[in-house]
């Protein structure tokens, strides 16, 4: 089913932009007259670029040399203008910075493409008209083609939630008898200044009269049922607006992060590192220069030192992990067991391999937002999947018995009655398209009598009320049509039955249930529906003995549970009930109080009828993932848009908390002394799983931060709901500020976009809710389950090899150093370089390079070892030198070793000057060559085996 929208704007706010201002503030929208709008309109476009043509550069250049390692580097290159100081070939120093810089720009100028193609793509969709598409700015509701007044709209990009919502039109646009007078009348709308919570709207709806009489409908009572923000999908009709933000100010754009340039933890120590090796470098140029006595001009001999001894600090470290790097994301998007991955962020793999928080949302990450009727309980009898031809032979039992008296004893009769509440008590719409097409503003053709099955679809702002009316459906007991006043039921023998619809009370956080009080047009009857949750309901209905033990049980096999009941009433006991109402809801003090009172009146020893158990299908292979990456020492945050119950459902039904694990629900709270209280509850807890809602959690970080955190980081899961897409983001920040761990967050909405570029890690999965997750993201998965492996397997080989690539380069280093230092203690401590030109070059490149970048290949275990065992990505190892190091040869390795030797050699006839020949092929310097390698390595293979032997790591023994 698709929709269609029409903007009507207040002026031609898409190409006449004019001077921004800095202060976001309230604006006045004139209907149809631009010359009375004050407030310009911000450009409606996204931008998810860093850099524009001029700034990219400098940019760049600012994210590279803002690390120690590049810095030192291009003073010491600097400095080989000097000629006092000079000590090499310039070529020396500035060809492997040159190279450094020249793959980096280029691998960023890449990325910036990218980003301008998505952008471009997404800002030149045109929007004069919509069929099912994405709303471009926030608006107000002024009209509809459904003659309900009201439509359905999807928000799965806003809040992560993929049911759909009820939007209501302003009444007096939606009144007006023809499409053309809403842009002869005199009004405007008033609105508040751009705000960030999507979840509320102040403002007023004002028309002019003739005579200078003004008309106000304030919006902001209805909440947000007047307003279509960005980025939402209009699910059915023709919807005409009015756009009140644009651009930056929608709520949507408000509430994503500015993408940031993310830095692995491997990047960030070698940084750290690489200055505690530069104070080693000037302690040695210091100790050098005073056994030197410090004679003649010494700040010089200094200066020179320095630049000597500077391959302690080897620029090649950065070629080689930005190559392997490179290596590592290239495996990953090979690796056919997780096909359709892609690494859009280069520069972290190794990340992958030391996350300690798994932030994750629900809908569409860990569910798959299909609900499926799994149960009816009736007290005495338990109806399955596998049994649901009896409840059907009993619905057409119930319709073909002639006996009243005899139905309401039957088994018949209790299911009939139970079925029918189900297909009663709901806010959902069936809706037939068209096979006419659209015609003037009618997007469905008017429904025959018949009611075929054909084209018929329900909408619903709740998943759970379509699969329960999907259900009775499947029964016998059809929902064929529903308006703002009645509903009608279709019987197995094709009967139809109208029912008047009297009153609705909606569903709240609050109140945990809602009701409907119909009129069977047939009887007169009149009667009270109602279903909610277990612990709203077990106080409302009359005294039973299974209803708690059969909630328990459901709700152990990961269903959630509703509980059904009904009230039959008098006509004298309905019209007193009204009038109360009406009186109620005509107050202006405690309104809410007052109208929740008359109804509770109702809600007194009401027959049960059923309970009902849905299941929320969950995506592939979630629960063995979860229990691998808890296994792996992994803590998992579940953060989600959606309601309290839902989500401390699927915590259980995902195995996302354990079924030995107690769950602390935290009580919703105001204030703080609230917060204090439900806090020190907390606190008296153990090894127990937290659930908290958005706003709880806002009180107590407002109040209690540091205490909330650490409590809540001793929790083994924690589950936060009804969160904002800020707030999402505010928590991966939150954990990174007061742990200091790495944090990965994944997600496949819009609405996880800000929580997936604040993590250190962001994956995104594409999914039903688009593709905006997956581009924003640093790595895209197609399934949840995928990151099992790209965790296991690839991120720990990868933080393992740069691991053992960065040391061996450093090793390499300090080699050549300290046989500088040797040179100069033998000379008398002179400042001349042991090695001249391309020598130095060649041995921090290719004499080297293949064996040490040999270690991308590397591996401790193999895959299908590190997903059995996910304790292993816990184990951490240190590495002594490439032949030491590496745990699995690769014929590649093998080939690099005899490679670089190659190399070596074949530089003899080019390289004649630096070498003794002569001396070189003798046996003497073969037998002398061989002699130190073993006397230098075979202490530390004794050092490895005593170790492997005595102290052995985990992958030792797995592999022994």
């Known amino acids: 089913l698709g929709g269609r929208l029409l903007l009507c704007l207040c002026s031609d706010w898409l190409i006449n932009i004019c001077r921004r201002k800095k202060e976001l503030k309230a604006r006045t929208v004139w209907l149809g007259c631009p010359e009375k709008c004050e407030e310009k309109y911000p450009k409606n476009a996204i931008k998810n670029q860093k850099y524009n043509i001029f700034t990219f550069i400098p940019g760049v250049l600012y994210e590279q040399f803002k690390f120690f390692l590049n810095l030192y580097f291009l003073i010491v290159s600097c400095s080989q203008f000097v000629p006092a100081l000079k000590i090499g070939y310039l070529y020396t120093y500035w060809a492997p910075l040159g190279f450094v810089l020249t793959v980096t720009v280029a691998r960023e100028a890449v990325d910036e493409y990218r980003r301008y193609k998505r952008d471009k793509e997404m800002n030149s969709q045109l929007y004069s008209k919509l069929t099912n598409q994405r709303i471009p700015s926030d608006m107000v509701f002024l009209r509809t083609s459904e003659k309900t007044g009201s439509c359905f709209i999807r928000t799965d990009q806003l809040d992560g ?222 109806y399955g999947t596998d049994t649901m031809d009896e409840i059907q032979s009993h619905i057409i039992n119930s319709y073909s018995q002639s006996s009243a008296p005899k139905v309401r004893k039957s088994v018949s009769s209790r299911i009939h009655e139970a079925v029918k509440a189900i297909a009663l008590c709901h806010n959902v719409t069936p809706v037939y398209e068209s096979r006419a097409g659209v015609s003037g503003e009618t997007e469905y053709a008017e429904v025959d009598q018949d009611f075929s099955d054909e084209n018929r679809a329900y909408q619903a702002s709740s998943p759970d009320e379509v699969a329960l009316v999907q259900w009775t459906e499947s029964v016998g007991l059809t929902l064929v049509n529903r308006d703002l006043t009645s509903m009608q039921l279709k019987t197995p023998g094709g009967h139809i039955l109208t029912y008047y619809i009297l009153q609705i009370f909606p569903f709240t956080s609050e109140s945990k249930r809602m009701g409907i009080i119909v009129r069977d047009e047939s009887s007169g009857e009149i009667t009270f529906y109602m279903k909610g949750a277990d612990v709203a309901m077990s106080t409302i209905v009359q005294y039973n003995d299974w209803l708690e033990e059969e909630c328990g049980n459901m709700a152990r096999e990961g269903l959630r549970t509703l509980v059904v009941a009904k009230k039959s009433l008098t006509e004298e006991q309905y019209q007193d009930f009204e009038s109360r109402y009406n009186q109620a809801k005509l107050s202006i003090h405690d309104r809410n109080l007052k109208v929740a009172a008359v109804v509770e009146s109702l809600e007194r020893e009401m027959e049960l009828l059923c309970l009902t158990g849905v299941e929320d299908q969950l995506q592939a292979d979630v629960r063995p993932t979860l229990e691998m990456l808890r296994n792996a020492g992994i803590k998992i945050w579940m953060l989600t848009g959606d309601k309290l119950e839902t989500a401390t459902c699927i915590a259980k039904s995902s195995h996302l908390v354990s079924r030995t694990q107690d769950i602390h629900i935290f009580r919703p709270v105001t204030t703080r002394g609230e917060a204090h209280l439900e806090l020190n509850a907390f606190r008296r807890k153990h090894d127990c799983a937290l659930v908290i809602s958005g706003d709880s959690l806002e009180v107590c970080l407002k109040y209690y931060e540091h205490e909330f955190v650490e409590l809540a980081c001793q929790c083994p899961a924690v589950v936060c709901c009804r969160c904002s897409p800020t707030q999402k983001a505010h928590i991966v920040k939150l954990l990174q500020h007061h742990t200091g761990k790495r944090t990965c967050a994944i997600g496949d909405g819009g609405n996880d976009v800000s929580m997936i570029q604040a993590a250190d890690c962001g994956i995104g999965i594409e999914g039903k809710e688009g593709k905006q997750a997956s581009l924003a993201a640093d790595f895209s998965i197609t399934q949840f389950k995928h990151i099992g492996r790209l965790l296991m397997v690839h991120g720990r080989n990868s933080y393992k090899r740069s691991a053992a690539l960065g040391q061996f380069v450093m090793h390499r280093g300090l080699i050549i150093s300290t046989m500088q230092a040797v040179f100069s203690s033998v000379f008398y401590f002179a400042s001349v370089p042991l090695y001249q030109g391309f020598l130095m070059v060649g041995y921090a490149t290719i004499y080297t390079m293949f064996p040490v970048f040999s270690l991308v290949l590397d591996q401790d275990v193999k895959p299908e070892m590190a997903l059995l065992y996910p304790e292993l990505y816990k184990d951490l190892t240190k590495l002594l030198m490439v032949a030491l190091t590496i745990r699995t040869w690769h014929w590649l390795m093998v080939v690099a070793e005899f490679l670089s030797l190659g190399c070596y050699v074949a530089s003899l006839a080019f390289l004649n000057e630096y070498f003794d020949v002569a001396f070189i092929t003798t046996v003497t310097f073969l037998w002398k060559v061989s002699a130190i390698t073993v006397v230098s390595c075979l202490p530390l293979y004794i050092l490895k085996y005593l170790k492997r032997k005595f102290s052995p790591p985990s992958y030792s023994k797995l592999t022994s």
């Open 161 to 382: 939630e993929t049911d759909w919502k009820l939007k209501v039109a302003v009444s007096c646009t939606q009144r007006l008898p023809a499409l053309g007078d809403l842009f002869s009348i005199n009004a405007y709308v008033y609105a508040q200044k751009p705000q960030l919570d999507i979840h509320s709207f102040e403002g007023t709806f004002t028309r002019v009269s003739n005579v200078n009489k003004y008309i106000s409908i304030p919006l902001f009572l209805a909440l947000q049922e007047n307003t279509l923000w960005a980025s939402t999908v209009v699910a059915s009709g023709t919807v005409i607006g009015v756009v009140i933000y644009t651009g930056k100010e929608t709520r949507s754009v408000m509430n994503t992060s500015n993408p940031k340039n993310k830095v692995g933890l491997l990047d960030l120590e070698l940084n750290q590192l690489t200055k505690a090796l530069f104070l080693a470098l000037v302690a040695l140029s210091v100790v050098m220069v005073t056994l030197q006595g410090f004679v003649g001009p010494w700040y010089r001999n200094l200066f020179r030192f320095l630049l000597l001894f500077s391959y302690i600090i080897p620029i090649s470290l950065r070629v080689n992990l930005d190559m392997g790097k490179a290596a590592y994301g290239w495996m990953i998007m090979k690796d056919d067991n997780i096909p359709g991955t892609v690494v859009r962020t280069s520069t972290i793999p190794e990340e992958l391999g030391r996350l300690v928080y798994l932030l994750t949302d629900k809908t569409g990450t860990l569910t798959q937002n299909e609900m499926i009727f799994k149960r009816l309980h009736l007290g005495t009898v338990s």
